[in-house]
T-cell receptor, first 116, second 114 residues
Framework: GAVVSQHPSWVICKSGTSVKIECRSL??????MFWYRQFPKQSLMLMAT?????????EQGVEKDKFLINHASLTLSTLTVTSAHPEDSSFYIC????????????FGPGTRLTVL | GENVEQHPSTLSVQEGDSAVIKCTYS??????FPWYKQELGKRPQLIID?????GEKKDQRIAVTLNKTAKHFSLHITETQPEDSAVYFC?????????????FGTGTRLTIIP
């Protein structure tokens, strides 16, 4: 149980285009999902906390107009990188918490974004 | 906010020996401490976690200890095997009414030498 999927697993796009990444909890309801980015050989940096039916809470330094987050249902959150640039190239990982259960986060497999 | 430091950044041990990774946290209110294992290009996988009302937890070859007074916690892997080679991350979270967010350490690259 507690499986989280992400789609796509990798994407290559041209500079200036927008990319949408989906995060789904497959076998449980997730009232809260988190989005992280991870640069090579570095740790996971939290970008934002996504709650179903409400606006995401962004970490300091993360541009909310650039990284649009939508958590429209208890099983789906999306991250849209708008007007992507090469510096946005990274590994984006989501995680989800079981509704009603504190603390434990289950991670998706990640999406590798390469912006040319 | 919370700050988590992790040591060492790299660790090599002979197969069969034990490995210990240590983390310290800054906020005494943190109450949840998970450890994740991440293989190259893969998702972080929860391997063990501990809450602040417990001092030690064990699951087969893996154990975690927590010292709340000193604000540090450690991961212990015994009888290491080649498949234990990976990057390990510790994390800490503060209570936040269901929106607890994790602050990760910088990671430890563990290599098991056959």
């Amino acid at each position: 149980g507690a499986v989280v999927s992400q789609h796509p697993s990798w994407v290559i796009c041209k500079s200036g285009t927008s990319v949408k990444i989906e995060c789904r909890s497959l076998d449980f309801q997730a009232t809260t999902m988190f989005w992280y980015r991870q640069f090579p050989k570095q740790s996971l940096m939290l970008m934002a906390t996504s709650n179903e039916g409400s606006k995401a809470t962004y970490e300091q330094g993360v541009e909310k107009d650039k990284f649009l987050i939508n958590h429209a249902s208890l099983t789906l959150s999306t991250l849209t990188v708008t007007s992507a640039h090469p510096e946005d190239s990274s590994f984006y990982i989501c995680s989800a918490k079981l509704a009603g259960v504190v603390d434990t986060q289950y991670f998706g497999p990640g999406t590798r974004l390469t912006v040319l | 906010g919370e700050n988590v430091e992790q040591h060492p950044s790299t660790l090599s041990v002979q197969e069969g020996d034990s490995a210990v990774i240590k983390c310290t946290y800054s906020d005494s209110a943190s109450n949840y401490f998970p450890w994740y294992k991440q293989e190259l290009g893969k998702r972080p996988q929860l391997i063990i976690d501990i809450r602040s009302n417990v001092g030690e937890k064990k699951d087969q070859r893996i154990a975690v200890t927590l010292n709340k007074t000193a604000k540090h916690f450690s991961l212990h892997i015994t009888e290491t095997q080649p498949e234990d080679s990976a990057v390990y991350f510790c994390a800490a979270s503060l209570p936040n009414f269901g929106n607890e967010k994790l602050t990760f350490g910088t990671g430890t690259r563990l290599t098991i030498i056959p």
